[in-house]
């Protein structure tokens, strides 16, 4: 998963039909491709399996489909030797050259795609990742060449006769100005007429996919003491009925998924196939990450997983009876993925090749068969004070390196630490860390800063001061 842009999706009626057509030539491909749940194998993280080990934990769990978030030929030539569908990603920072110039399109696809195909089965190239959740004056200049980056890809795989390799991008649904109800679905001013227009126009035209990064726990999450965790987990009894079509829906993900099916609409593409690059539920998180636990994320992925390998396919409330290819997120947990804890525990796999929780991706096994989970003690709000210290363990180098940093933003923030004042002793980069992480945290939490640096922080709620040292804290 890239960054999660923090989508505010209002859920004003949680407690509370329109025909696709699938041309028949291309029903048998696109059921094989739904039909097969796939996972999303990023590796950022230090304490990940090989390659070689990785791909066989993709296979033991019964995936249809892996994506990459790169072009790794190592993974890449691997993967030859099994049966697995392969998505395969062009990088942000690559995007520009590749959309000016036709010649660099043809290198990214002489060295990424050629080497491989057919005898690795890429189906996707993804160019780009989420680009519309930036928005610096250089990341509206990879705007303005995605689609041209897109067209060149293209040209390149057919003049080297390949042309059952689709192309597409991945995005968020922070791409949507409002969402709710469903068909209020409306993309943001800025993107509509020049990236979203010409994007669709080449979706369309290439039979490809809207590649969709679509997670229910964030619009769940802002609000979950009036939001119904039942309808975001597939459990609901409820359903809301959309006021302007009449449609009901059951589940919260339908919503979004409608809301940017409507959103297509109003741009003249009606027809254009989703598919979920990614989804998912955190299996844990920070103290304040309400719902981020083993039971939500299970019940989450296995009903996620029955839902979407249904035969004949359940499709939405919009496109009843529409396959849509689908990609968990994610494969492992990643520890060196920066921001709030939910960002490193994504993982259906511990690095040890262990399941976290029982899950079949193929679908076939009933939900009721699958293993107990633990109760779950986090989906109300926590109450009271946090705060956040040095990890068990960690290198007294870096965290005098992360202390330094913590300390020379403000001079009020490691006061307390100065020789003779009241949190000089004990005298210990861990203490000292401890404070300093503490104290910048509840200094700047309202600026967006976290519990992390660089992995080096948790969050506890027990109190690490003294009678004499009291540590700041943040208040939930």
Same mark, same amino acid.
């Given at each position: ?22 041309? $028949?030539?291309?029903?048998? @491909? ?17 304490? +990940? $399996?090989?390659?070689? =080990? ?36 062009? $990088? ?12 660099? &399109? ?13 005898? @690795? ?16 004056? =250089? ?7 995605? #689609? ?10 057919? &003049? ?14 922070? #791409? ?14 800025? #993107? ?63 919503? %979004? ?6 959103? %297509? ?10 598919? %979920? ?14 719902? &981020? ?20 396919? +359940? ?35 511990? /690095?040890?090749? @262990? ?18 989970? $633990?109760? /779950? ?35 009020? @923030? ?32 309202? =600026?967006?800063? =976290? ?26």
């Amino acid at each position: 998963m890239a960054s999660f842009a923090l989508f505010i999706f209002t859920l004003v009626a949680l407690s509370s039909s329109c025909s696709y057509a699938i041309g $028949p030539q291309n029903n048998k @491909t696109l059921l094989s491709l739904a039909s097969r749940i796939g996972i999303n194998y990023g590796r950022l993280g230090n304490n +990940l $399996p090989s390659p070689y =080990q990785s791909i066989n934990l993709v296979k033991s769990i019964k995936a249809g489909h892996v994506k990459l978030y790169d072009a790794d030929q190592e993974t890449l030539m691997l993967l030859s030797q099994t049966n697995l569908y392969v998505t395969i990603m062009v $990088p942000n920072n690559q995007i520009i050259s590749i959309g000016a110039d036709q010649a660099a &399109a043809n290198n990214w696809v002489n060295t990424n795609v050629l080497p491989h195909y057919p005898q @690795t089965r890429i189906r996707f190239v993804l160019v780009g990742n989420e680009i519309l959740s930036y928005n610096s004056d =250089q990341d509206k200049q990879i705007w303005a060449n995605l #689609v041209p980056a897109m067209r060149k890809i293209v040209n390149s795989l057919r &003049a080297r006769g390949i042309h059952n390799i689709k192309v597409g991008t991945p995005l968020a649904m922070d #791409v949507l100005r409002s969402s709710f109800p469903p068909s209020n679905g409306t993309f943001r001013e800025e #993107v509509a007429a020049p990236v979203m227009l010409p994007l669709l126009k080449f979706l369309n035209g290439t039979n490809s996919f809207f590649f969709l990064d679509v997670y229910p726990y964030f619009p769940w999450s802002t609000d979950p003491v009036n939001n119904h965790l039942d309808f975001a987990l597939f459990e609901s009894n409820s359903t809301y009925t959309d006021p302007q079509t009449g449609l009901v829906y059951t589940n919260l993900l339908d919503q %979004m998924l409608d809301s940017v099916i409507f959103a %297509m609409t109003k741009l003249g593409y009606p027809n254009v196939r989703l598919a %979920m690059s990614e989804t998912g539920w955190p299996n844990s998180g920070d103290i304040d990450e309400t719902g &981020a636990n083993i039971f939500n994320a299970a019940t989450y992925n296995r009903n996620l997983i029955k839902k979407m390998t249904a035969n004949p396919p +359940l499709g939405t409330p919009a496109r009843r009876g529409s396959p849509i290819p689908t990609f968990l997120f994610s494969l492992f947990n990643e520890n060196q993925k920066p921001g709030s804890g939910t960002e490193r525990h994504w993982g259906i796999l511990n /690095p040890n090749g @262990t399941q976290i929780y029982d899950i079949d991706l193929s679908g076939t096994r009933p939900v009721s068969s699958l293993g107990s989970l $633990p109760k /779950p003690n986090n989906n109300v709000p926590f109450k009271g004070n946090v705060w956040c210290v040095a990890v068990e363990g960690a290198n007294e180098t870096e965290l005098g390196q992360a202390l330094d940093f913590a300390c020379g933003r403000s001079n009020a @923030t490691c006061a307390a630490l100065a020789p003779g004042r009241e949190c000089y002793a004990p005298v210990s980069v861990t203490w000292h860390a401890s404070y300093a992480f503490s104290s910048y945290w509840a200094q700047f939490r309202n =600026q967006s800063s =976290q519990c992390y640096f660089n992995g080096l922080a948790r969050e506890t709620t027990t109190n690490p001061g003294n009678e004499q040292c009291k540590f700041p804290s943040v208040t939930l």
